[in-house]
């Protein structure tokens, strides 16, 4: 069992409570008395089903529902709102001879899937792996895509972009991994 454990009197939340193994709701309410004083009746208690536990542990943007001073529910709508970023490379290797180009395209969809999303402009913040590490570049979005060509003089993986969940408010779809070879140019 998991819990969301607010105060009442000022319907904050506590904590999102996941003990392992598992304790009831009477062991939890135990322990919330016994850790922040006053009476169960200060606390609110939800029980989280086993899809709100997997989302929260995937750290969801979420809203508490508060109804009558008790927790009522767990709202997704700010995570299932944002939209998808697709990436895509034509090529999954080149060579690092400052030359041969692939060809990055990303993609912001509508959060439904049903189509990207041409009325996203401007500029993001995006994490990506490079063989030196983590870094983030600057990506201009235009009517919901950006078109890279990539070319570099450093071997090695990088992968675009860094996470596989969420950044900058979007929700990644996928990522792509380039692999950068020694030129065979002597």
């Not at 392992?20 to 169960?40: C, D, M, R, Y």
């Not at 109804?67 to 009522?72: F, G, K, S, V």
């Not at 969809?109 to 063989?131: E, H, R, Y």
């Amino acid at each position: 069992m998991a819990y969301v454990v607010g105060k009442k009197s000022d319907e904050s939340i506590i904590e999102i409570h996941m003990p392992s193994p598992a304790w009831s709701l009477e062991q939890t309410q135990t322990i919330f008395v016994n850790k922040f004083g006053g009476v169960v009746g200060d606390y609110s208690f939800f029980e989280m089903d086993n899809t709100d536990v997997i989302q929260v542990q995937d750290q969801w943007e979420h809203t508490v529902v508060w109804t009558a001073n008790e927790i009522t529910d767990i709202d997704w709508t700010p995570e299932t709102s944002k939209r998808w970023l697709k990436v895509s490379c034509d090529k999954t290797e080149i060579e690092n001879d400052g030359v041969e180009v692939a060809v990055i395209t990303l993609e912001a969809w509508k959060a439904d899937l049903s189509g990207i999303d041409t009325n996203l402009n401007g500029t993001i913040l995006m994490p990506i792996v490079t063989p030196f590490g983590a870094r983030s570049v600057k990506v201009a979005v235009t009517n919901g895509v950006m078109v890279k060509n990539f070319k570099t003089d450093k071997s090695g993986s990088w992968s675009f972009p860094l996470v596989n969940d969420r950044f900058a408010n979007v929700r990644v779809f996928n990522q792509v991994s380039l692999n950068v070879i020694e030129s065979s140019v002597w």
